[in-house]
């Protein structure tokens, strides 16, 4: 049976996704979820944030940053549908990738933990970003150095 470990750089690619996209834990995790959905209307939505963290205006806020766009008007009879974003989707598919064992960039052009000025906890992820990469690298290329 082939061992599957590609959740072991979660905390890493989740913090450089927290980074990049100015998303929280909580956040991620609710566009996780509507990722798969595809389309979905306000009732998808309010179900799955029975089991989030409370915060009143999540749709609106989501909405107003651009990570949800409506796909279709409410109508008399018809509900609104929403779907996620381009930026959403963008997000989402790079931490696929990441997991999948894609490399997280250390340019600061694409990487904001390696602009000038980066906090103390960007620093440390820094360093936990390289030795990923490298081990991701070497997993591909085990004779090369």
Same mark, same amino acid.
């Given at each position: 049976?082939?061992?599957?470990?590609?959740?072991?750089?979660? =905390?890493? !690619?989740? /913090?450089?996704?927290?980074? $990049?996209?100015?998303?929280?834990?909580?956040? &991620?995790?609710?566009? @996780?979820?509507?990722?798969?959905?595809?389309?979905?209307?306000?009732?998808?939505?309010?179900?799955?944030?029975?089991?989030?963290?409370?915060?009143?205006?999540?749709?609106?806020?989501?909405?107003?940053?651009?990570?949800?766009?409506?796909?279709?008007?409410?109508?008399?009879? =018809?509900? !609104?549908? /929403?779907?996620?974003?381009? $930026?959403?989707?963008?997000?989402?598919?790079? &931490?696929?990738?990441? @997991?999948?064992?894609?490399?997280?960039?250390?340019?600061?052009?694409?990487?904001?933990?390696?602009?000038?000025?980066?906090?103390?906890?960007?620093?440390?992820?820094?360093?936990?970003?390289?030795?990923?990469?490298?081990?991701?690298?070497?997993?591909?290329?085990?004779?090369?150095?």
């Amino acid at each position: 049976m082939e061992k599957k470990d590609y959740l072991k750089h979660f =905390r890493v !690619a989740r /913090y450089y996704i927290k980074v $990049k996209y100015n998303l929280g834990l909580t956040d &991620l995790e609710t566009l @996780l979820f509507l990722y798969s959905e595809k389309y979905f209307d306000r009732r998808v939505f309010h179900e799955y944030k029975q089991i989030m963290k409370w915060e009143k205006g999540r749709f609106e806020r989501f909405i107003e940053e651009g990570w949800i766009t409506v796909f279709r008007e409410k109508q008399k009879r =018809r509900r !609104a549908i /929403y779907e996620l974003s381009f $930026k959403a989707k963008r997000a989402i598919s790079n &931490l696929y990738s990441i @997991l999948e064992g894609g490399n997280i960039s250390t340019d600061a052009q694409y990487n904001p933990m390696y602009k000038e000025g980066a906090t103390y906890m960007n620093k440390v992820y820094r360093n936990a970003i390289e030795k990923r990469n490298k081990t991701i690298k070497q997993q591909r290329h085990p004779f090369r150095k």
